[in-house]
């Protein structure tokens, strides 16, 4: 057979299937963050990964608004600034206040809408906190202070033979895993491209990580733990994530539209990063907590675990204590505490994801952005500085 048909016949049908799949899989993955991509993909994220849907209430909870001006000047870094410029310049894309449990303050930009579903990224670890919660309360945890491995027995070969689940929570399991983003060889990229490009299962990928150090003594912020989280509520339940959270938090909190969580290419929730919906369902959320709990009628999650998830318990984890890296905010169980804080606490997450909470002013703040950069930056700061801001003119007016 001459070698021009050999190529016809074998060779180019290769390449066009190559083709097909770097344009339709491997593309939008690699290209995800792009400038000129960015702010799309972070309301599509189900067009560029697996995805799972959270199925909203049957009856939703529908908020009250009384809405407001709030383009009041604040003090940041010694220089008055303005919330309006604020948003423009950290690449806001939804900005919602609610006091007292009414909107006050509710705007999108870069053609965001209301019913977009927006990212997470790490905003969707205080999720995992309040399912952890609510399967001691259910029966299915004997306590976060037995080790993971009474659990997950497959870890016993790794560095999280024998670590508490409280300290995974915390932050402080000692886990040897790099959460250096900008750094194609990080654990946290190495992972992904696990997930991604070699096809491997989540729950294979996570298995093997040695210890750094001994549990509990030091905070360093991996999402690693997260995704070990998810494996132990998977399996303790016999549920997905997000069938469980449907059942025991999305719907009973009155959520008004669905979400969806981000999975592996074999349907197990990537739960350090996953969540997706909009930000009158970010609020909802964050106002359960606010409650203590109780929201839309019913006792969610339990008071109890609320209060200790939120609240420091050992010294190394108080604001202030951590290294400048984390800007010396606090942390519990998957929720910061930024210093100053008067009982206010927030979940972030990468390029701009904010959930703020503050019970004494009984105000909730939400932010989703595509903000320029991955990295922990003075964003962080300034956006506790706006919402602080914001509850205080409430407050004072």
Known sequence: MPIVNLIL???LPLIAIGLI??????????????????????????????????????????????????????????????????????????????????????????????????????????????????????????????????????????????????HILQMCSGIKFSETYEDKNSDINQLLYRLFLYMRPIEKAILNYPSKFPSGDYFEYVSLNTQILGLLLRRVTGQDIVSYLEKKLWQPMGAESDAYWLTDNYGTEVTFCGMNCTLRDYAKFALVYL?????????????????????????????????????????????????????????????????????????????TGSSNSILRTTDDLETVAVFRAIADQLINN
């Open 21 to 166: 799949i770097w344009r339709f899989y491997l593309e939008p993955k690699i290209t995800m963050f792009d400038d000129e991509r960015r702010v799309q993909n972070f309301r599509s994220m189900d067009r560029i990964f697996p995805s799972k849907i959270i199925r909203c209430a049957a009856q939703p909870y529908i908020f009250q608004e009384d809405l407001c001006d709030l383009n009041t000047p604040y003090q940041f870094q010694g220089e008055t600034r303005t919330i309006l410029d604020f948003l423009q310049r950290t690449g806001n894309t939804g900005f919602l206040i609610i006091k007292d449990d009414f909107i006050v303050y509710e705007k999108y930009s870069q053609g965001y809408t209301k019913f977009d579903k927006k990212t997470s990224w790490s905003v969707a670890k205080g999720f995992i906190s309040a399912l952890i919660g609510i399967a001691i309360n259910d029966g299915y945890l004997e306590s976060i202070d037995v080790p993971i491995t009474q659990y997950l027995p497959e870890l016993k070969e790794s560095g999280y033979n024998n670590v508490p689940i409280k």
């Open 291 to 367: 409650h203590n709990g109780y929201f839309n009628g019913q006792q969610i999650i339990p008071k109890s675990w609320v209060k200790e998830s939120t609240i420091p318990d050992t010294p190394h984890l108080k604001p202030g204590a951590t290294d400048e890296y984390y800007f010396r905010w606090g942390y519990q169980y998957h929720w910061w505490i930024p210093e100053g804080s008067n009982g206010d606490y927030c979940a972030t997450g990468a390029w701009g994801q904010y959930i703020y909470i503050s019970p004494e002013n009984n105000f909730v703040g939400v932010k």
């Open 9 to 11: 016949i074998f060779i």
